[in-house]
């Protein structure tokens, strides 16, 4: 399978009383259909993976699959903190039509995980998963990550196929193309700041929070690196810099909800224990988008 281009991890729209929003996800994805998008994350950090069930999460692998157009890859985030849950649930996603396994990684103990329990743990999850497999580094949420040399053994095991890096360091993605150089393997930079440095060194694309709201900059940027448009993917990345933080580091998923309903897609509400973005912010949001010509 090959992986390239951009993918939005998408969010999962809540109604007030809680309950997921399954007709503003439809407006979503049929939104996003008609754009050149690669696929769809579902169920990533964007889509608050952590507060649903494990029902609620196949039950929304399946609805994405139904909605999606059939050119859209459908990747299911599935990691979860022990190796046995992973594997079920990955499976599961596989029978509801998930087409490539997002699996993040183990957190909560952290002073344990080292580089081999990295190792096996991937492995054995390789070696069990229905479909192929992403490794996916977020250290600002978990405060671990996948190292390079991890990273390189891992590449040459069939079903693992490539990693999501959101650690937003341009070196160390850098360093995982590098690693894994001679292996069919895709990494993606999972923050948008540095989408223009990371596919000028040879990333696959990007699977970016910012691609919810302003898919066609994503694209643009890709294309005009790929176009070997430099000036253009740079004024370009220039551009969302602010945007990007603002609804990642700055205002959180509350911020990009805002930001999708301000613009034209369907954001709902966090779950709790997230709040919805507060009155204040939400006009210093707005201030944002309009300076970066998104409003």
Same mark, same amino acid.
């Given at each position: 399978m090959k992986l390239t281009g951009i993918m939005p991890p998408l969010v999962t729209p809540f109604n007030a009383d809680g309950s997921i929003a399954y007709d503003l996800l439809r407006a979503n994805i049929l939104k996003y259909n008609?754009?050149?998008?690669?696929?769809?994350v579902v169920l990533g950090s964007s889509g608050e993976f952590v507060y649903l069930?494990?029902?609620?999460?196949?039950?929304?692998?399946?609805?994405?699959k139904e909605n999606a157009a059939s050119d859209k890859l459908l990747v299911a985030g599935t990691g979860c903190e022990s190796l046995v849950d992973t594997v079920r649930l990955t499976n599961r996603a596989a029978d509801a039509g998930a087409d490539v396994a997002l699996v993040i990684t183990p957190n909560f103990f952290k002073n344990a995980m080292t580089e081999e329990v990295?190792?096996?743990?991937?492995?054995?999850? %390789?070696?069990q998963s229905k479909i192929p *497999?992403?490794?996916? &580094?977020?250290? !600002?949420n978990t405060a671990v990550e996948i190292k390079p040399a991890v990273v390189a053994r891992l590449a040459a095991h069939p079903n693992i196929i490539g990693m999501k890096d959101s650690a937003g360091n341009v070196a160390q993605i850098g360093e995982h193309i590098?690693? %894994?150089?001679?292996?069919?393997?895709? *990494?993606?930079?999972? &923050?948008?700041? !540095?989408?223009?440095?990371?596919?000028a060194l040879g990333a696959a694309g990007g699977i970016l929070a910012l691609a919810n709201i302003?898919?066609?900059?994503c694209l643009e940027i890709d294309a005009a690196v790929r176009a070997g448009d430099i000036v253009k993917a740079r004024e370009l990345q220039l551009r969302m810099i602010s945007v990007n933080l603002a609804i990642t580091a700055r205002f959180g998923v509350a911020g990009m909800k805002k930001a999708?309903?301000?613009?034209g897609y369907q954001g709902g509400v966090p779950r709790k224990p997230l709040l919805p973005l507060a009155a204040d912010k939400e006009?210093?949001?707005?201030?944002?988008?309009?300076?970066?010509?998104?409003?």
């Open positions: 008609s754009l050149s998008l690669s696929g769809y069930t494990e029902d609620e999460k196949v039950k929304v692998f399946g609805f994405v990295f190792y096996h743990y991937y492995l054995e999850v %390789a070696e *497999v992403l490794l996916y &580094s977020v250290p !600002v590098l690693a %894994a150089r001679n292996q069919d393997f895709a *990494v993606f930079t999972g &923050s948008a700041n !540095v989408l223009f440095p990371a596919l302003a898919p066609e900059v999708m309903n301000l613009l006009e210093q949001l707005r201030d944002i988008l309009v300076r970066a010509n998104l409003i």
